[in-house]
């Protein structure tokens, strides 16, 4: 097991520095993920959590597979000396977390606010160069209709003419309406994002705080506890509002006997949770493990007979979308046909 020095969340010029939760076991899977998919430096594990430094945006941050959840740094140090001191003395060393290196709580909040803004514009960008085209289009089959109109238009007789110009005028003016009315929407989709990712502003920031404790430190004090002396000492600190329902930041601090992690959750949803599994199996993190342990080359057949919900072979094919993945009768098929094969 690696060793824990004291560590901060602080944007290096390499990059900004990351832990993942991951299953028992699953650490040897999400170091070597790490450094392959995000070429991440610096990167240690104790128990359960794995650290490492990279520059990716979150669009790879999100397709991280053998990870539970991801945050970003803010301190990891030794744990705190809770065997032979009063409990007044434990207080003061939680709340030194906060107070004894806020530089490192405010790098740490400007690089979280850095990675929601970037991602906001990529999304801006995106948007804005699907919809022109379709837009600038449209427009032109308006503009073209409109001319063709005017020419028929001049061949009909003067009342004809000018009923058929106002009915264009009409329909070219609805139409324009509802291009501005789809532009404001989306400008103001893209404001709210923006706004959402902008908490730099100390004192407008809400928060609340998520805790673990465990060994000699669960004795003295609960998480709850915990929660609140660290939710005190950030408001006192940087002046920041608690809202436990709908926060801008949540703060995550885990403490045991082993180690003090703080960190902020990058995103909400955990990234073991998977859009495309639909029923719960085998957790999706070991079925990814296991289906890398394979070493699919592309266009292999993965063969699954006991595949169960199908847990290995929804990985298998998400990653590696050039096999080919057979369960139970696909298998039999399979097998039907290269033996038919063989024996003809």
Known sequence: MAAVPTDSGSLPAAGARFFCTAG????????????ARLAATQVEYISGKVFFTTCSD?????KLKSAERLFLLIKKQFPLNVSS???GKILSEIQRLINDDPESWLNAISTWKNLLELDAKKDKLFQRAANPPK??????DIISAKKLKTEQSQELQESGECLLEKQTEEETQEQGDFFTEREKSQEAFQNDVVKAADAKNQKDLTFRVSCRCSGAIAKTFTAQEVGRITGIALMKQFGWKADLRNPNLEIFIHLNDIYSVVGIPVFRI??????YIKTAGLRSTIAWALASLAEIQAGAFVLDPMCGLGTILLEAAKEWPTCHC???????????FHLGKSLS
């Open 270 to 275: 955990p990234l073991a949770s998977r859009a």
């Open 24 to 35: 028992r076991g699953l650490e040897p899977f999400l170091m070597r993920e790490v450094r």
């Open 85 to 87: 001191v009063s409990k």
């Open 135 to 140: 837009r600038k289009v449209e427009e032109n």
């Open 326 to 336: 057979l369960q139970r009768v696909s298998i039999l098929l399979f097998l039907t």
């Open 58 to 62: 979150l669009n790879m941050l999100k």
